[in-house]
């Protein structure tokens, strides 16, 4: 049986201006604006599209549209390629508890329970009570994943681990391809001006592998401008510094006068994509629920 479609408006926060839209957007007569993954690219654009008070799908019965959970599924610890070793990265499930640990994957043996190494933190171990709940997150492939256990055995012995019990579901959030995450990360920016080199400070409000929106108290150039990023990322407690050469691709100022510029990277180095990648599953695995 096919299921009625409906649509509901769009909410304005769900469209930002360099970023691929997930899903397609009409008018009220549904006629098609704008396929799915097209991208606005000036302010002006974005400003167009929104005085058609447009729509997008949604289907019957309550449900959320696909592209609000695009790639949310529920899958058995055992059927991920999981391999010894493998960072996980764990927070209590207690009210306030913000500090989250990297442990290393022992082992599992399915329905009885998961070994991890015990977290540290300034060196030393941390003392974790039996009966202890965590949310425990981690990525493989394209994929980042959540559960909750909580922790049957704490043991010094033959080493330090923790026996976690075995999760009934894991759940999992399929990576897309150019997946942006929400980011406040410090930059320094360089740019080219005639002969000279000028420099100047930024914040990355969001970043994915194939770019980012890079905001600015000043204008740093006009689309199609080049300008190189200088930035720093934490993966795992590891810090990566990388400069990293984009074009602006859309350029637009916001209410409180900041500029917003919407930056392609290119020509990233193996090592470069690979550390960006990381983060972006880093960042989905942490808000992952």
């Not at 970023?19 to 009220?28: I, Q």
């Not at 640990?101 to 998961?114: D, E, M, P, S």
């Not at 171990?125 to 493989?140: D, H």
Request: with cysteine.
């Amino acid at each position: 049986m096919t299921k009625k479609i409906s649509y509901v408006p769009v909410d304005t926060s769900d469209i930002e201006v360099g970023t691929p839209l997930a899903w397609a957007v009409y008018d009220s007569k549904r006629n098609l604006l704008l396929q799915a993954g097209g991208v606005l690219e000036t302010q002006a654009q974005l400003d167009a599209l929104l005085e058609k008070k447009p729509y997008r799908e949604q289907r019957d019965a309550g449900e959320r549209e696909v592209a609000e959970q695009p790639a949310e599924r529920i899958v058995p610890l055992d059927e991920i390629k999981l391999s010894i070793g493998d960072p996980f990265q764990i927070q209590a499930q207690i009210e306030q508890a913000e500090s989250r640990y990297y442990v290393k994957l022992i082992g599992y043996l399915k329905g009885k329970g998961v070994l991890v190494t015990v977290p540290e933190a300034d060196g030393r171990l941390c003392f974790v009570r039996e009966g202890q709940a965590f949310v425990v997150r981690f990525f493989a492939g394209r994929n980042a994943y959540a559960f909750t256990a909580n922790v049957l055995k704490s043991s010094n012995i033959p080493f330090p681990h923790l026996h976690l019990s075995y999760p009934s579901q894991v759940r999992g959030l399929v990576v897309r391809a150019g997946e942006r995450v929400p980011a406040r990360i410090i930059c320094a920016i360089a740019m080219q001006d005639d002969t000279r080199t000028i420099t100047a400070t930024g914040l990355l409000t969001n970043i994915s592998v194939s770019g980012a929106m890079l905001s600015s108290t000043r204008k740093l150039g006009d689309k199609g401008d080049l300008v190189s990023v200088k930035f720093r990322v934490e993966i795992r407690e590891i810090e990566f510094l990388t400069a990293i050469d984009a074009t602006i691709r859309s350029v637009f100022r916001d209410e409180s006068g900041e500029f917003l510029h919407g930056i392609q990277f290119a020509g990233l180095p193996d090592d470069v994509a690979i550390a960006l990648t990381a983060f972006v599953y880093q960042k989905l695995a942490e808000s992952s629920r």
